[in-house]
């Protein structure tokens, strides 16, 4: 039987006022996860709640303790270059005045150079866009050799190259390294490209969570969203998602 990395039982989370209905849900190792939901649902305060950022409300969560955390934005105190924020992500596992050696610092880069952004290695890190900002805080997250990672909206200040790179890496992470990885998104097409089980977190504090082919379906998209919606199947039976907007020009 797979690992049990994250289960959460009956609960509810907010900051006060409860956003959703009791919540269950079982993550198992080497497996992904996708949460979607409108802006406001309570996606990022529910990833802060899962990890022990923020308290539940109600219920219980048993989870690993050796978390990969990649926030949707971050600013760095200091002028840290790209590398030593990288490097940050030993601070989980091997402590804060740990000093890096050569060997940390050849792995560093080379997941920077996974990750297409090895060029960016030497340069300060609060100079730099959010999208190469959000690339750099996923290798330091992979820094600290985590089990669990975590990611907020990895893919939301990407263009379409960085995007591709991205969703691979995270396949890659499933499939490879056996890493359980839960992430939000906007984008249905995102979530049935890499997640095997899906969380809509959907109106009136209800919610759904299943296989990525039962939860990504056109009615049950268009209840979350409030949009009418079209789903294209392509030739490798993956589905192209997109709203019908209605625009007055």
Not at 22 to 33: D, K
Not at 88 to 109: C, I, K, N, W
Not at 171 to 199: G, I, M, R, S, W
Not at 233 to 241: A, G, M, R, S, Y
């Amino acid at each position: 039987m797979a690992k049990i990395i994250l289960e959460a039982t009956d609960i509810t989370f907010g900051h006060k006022t409860p956003l959703c209905l009791p919540i269950s849900l079982r993550l198992q190792q080497g497996e992904v996860v996708a949460i979607l939901g409108t802006n406001g649902r309570g996606k990022t305060t529910l990833l802060h709640t899962l990890v022990g950022i923020l308290p539940k409300l109600s219920g219980s969560i048993n989870c690993v303790k050796n978390i990969g955390y990649v926030p949707q934005h971050n600013t760095m105190s200091f002028d840290y270059l790209v590398l030593d924020v990288v490097l940050m992500g030993l601070s989980q596992r091997v402590g804060l005045f740990y000093e890096p050696t050569p060997e940390d610092e050849a792995h560093a880069l080379a997941l920077l150079m996974e990750l297409g952004i090895s060029h960016l290695a030497h340069m300060v890190f609060n100079h730099l866009s959010g999208g190469q900002q959000q690339l750099i805080l996923l290798a330091r997250a992979l820094m600290s050799e985590a089990d669990f990672i975590v990611l907020d909206e990895p893919t939301s200040a990407l263009d379409l190259a960085n995007q591709q790179i991205v969703l691979n890496f995270i396949a890659k992470l499933a499939k490879e390294q056996n890493k359980t990885v839960l992430f939000t998104t906007h984008d249905p097409y995102h979530a049935q490209l890499v997640a095997d089980q899906c969380l809509l977190l959907l109106p009136e504090q209800q919610w759904l969570y299943a296989p990525v082919y039962e939860a990504l379906q056109e009615n049950r998209l268009e209840r979350l969203y409030g949009l009418p919606l079209r789903c294209k199947t392509l030739e490798d039976d993956k589905k192209v998602i997109f709203p019908l907007f209605s625009v007055q020009r």
